[in-house]
């Protein structure tokens, strides 16, 4: 467990899961897309359910296409966020459509189970050049599934070595059986988008200062309007 990291981009707030019910008022800005791949049976199906419905599934169902919507507030803030959660396939069969889920990601959970030493393997080898190629500047957040097994299958120094090299923003592991590090790993999931979202915003809020005031000293120069 001691391998495990999150770049500040991913620490900071805690976020609680808003019931479906609840009257919600979410901010508009503040919607996301966070999608799951990994290899076919890794436990991303698991991931969500244990996250969303609060419980995990005995029955292992392959998926072929699901989407959650779900309302998260920031601790001590009025601010709710918008989370769209995309799990996909990891059955090669239904490779085609994965790949229409990635347009507009904010986030992409890549997951490996740490029962699985080829899950661990087809990081590199398939997933991250497929990420790569689909949404080139998305975030990627590394995760180890089905923690709760007694015996890893996945050298932690292996993992950590991948996470480095794809470039991932955080490596953490979890259970969703045991709903161990579950909550953790979404609010580094909400941080990273949240935070990415805020700097993005700061950015272009400077650029319109900045074209707003050279407009004007355009204007000033020449007497001429910047239009
Ligand atoms: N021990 C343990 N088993 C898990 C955990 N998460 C999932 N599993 C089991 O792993 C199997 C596959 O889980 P899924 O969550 O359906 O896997 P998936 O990644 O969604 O698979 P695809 O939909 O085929 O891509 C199921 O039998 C789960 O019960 C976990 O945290 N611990
Ligand atoms: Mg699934």
Redesign the pocket.
Known sequence: MDCYFIQPIGSGNTYRLLDSNADVKPDANLQFKIVIV??????????F?SYIRGY????????IFENHRAFVSKQNTSEVLTVDLW?????EDYERLRRLSYQDANLIIL?Y?L?SRESLLNIPEVWAPEIINFCTNTPILLVG?????PVHQVDPYDALKVAKNIGAVAHMQ?????MFNVEPLFDVCFNIVYNGKKQNSSTEQYNEEFEFDYRRAKKKETGISGG
């Open positions: 990994g290899d076919s049976g890794c436990g991303k199906t698991s991931l359910t995990f599934p005995t029955d292992y169902e392959p998926t799990d996909t396939a990891g059955q997951a189970s029962s599934l089905k923690a709760d097994i979890c259970s969703a059986k045991q």
